[in-house]
């Protein structure tokens, strides 16, 4: 596991520490590809150098942005935009259908609000994970971006 950031004990303190090793810590042990987005966010907000502010907007873009996706794969969690009208059936509740959703809702809020990792971490993390960082689709994709069960392209505006 990789240590903590510098600025986390500083900020802070050291009375902290104990809690935030036990929350990566578990992260890190699923190996989930949120965990894995937080990893490259925080690369972001380091080489952009923003001010706190930003860098709290950064991340809860990121945050809404990967949330409502996820909640379509979940059985109890409703979206925050259209409740649970966007809810998958059981047969695509996959734990890989889930980690494909978040990898690209994640990357292209990651592109969006903090482009300066945009082609040294994001693209190479969505390239690791399998996944396309071309695929500009909304609908129903494969890895590749091409379309699953011959759902035909949506149009206008998701």
Not at 47 to 55: E, G, H, I, T
Not at 118 to 145: C, E, F, H, I, W
């Amino acid at each position: 596991m990789a240590p903590l950031p510098d600025f986390v004990a500083s900020r802070y303190g050291r009375h902290h520490l104990p809690s935030l090793v036990v929350v990566r810590s578990q992260a890190a042990a699923e190996g989930s590809s949120v965990s894995l987005w937080h990893d490259a966010a925080l690369s972001g907000i380091r080489d952009s150098q923003l001010p706190p502010p930003a860098v709290a907007r950064a991340l809860a873009v990121m945050d809404a942005c990967v949330y409502d996706p996820w909640a379509a794969y979940d059985q109890k969690a409703v979206g925050t935009l259209l409740g649970g009208a966007l809810r998958r059936p059981w047969s695509e509740r996959t734990l890989a259908s889930k980690e494909e959703t978040v990898s690209y809702a994640a990357y292209r809020a990651l592109v969006d609000v903090l482009p300066v990792d945009a082609d040294s971490v994001y693209r190479p993390l969505m390239r690791q994970l399998g996944y396309n960082p071309d695929n500009a689709s909304t609908g129903k994709r494969g890895k590749n971006g091409d379309r699953k069960n011959g759902d035909k392209e949506k149009r206008g505006h998701p």
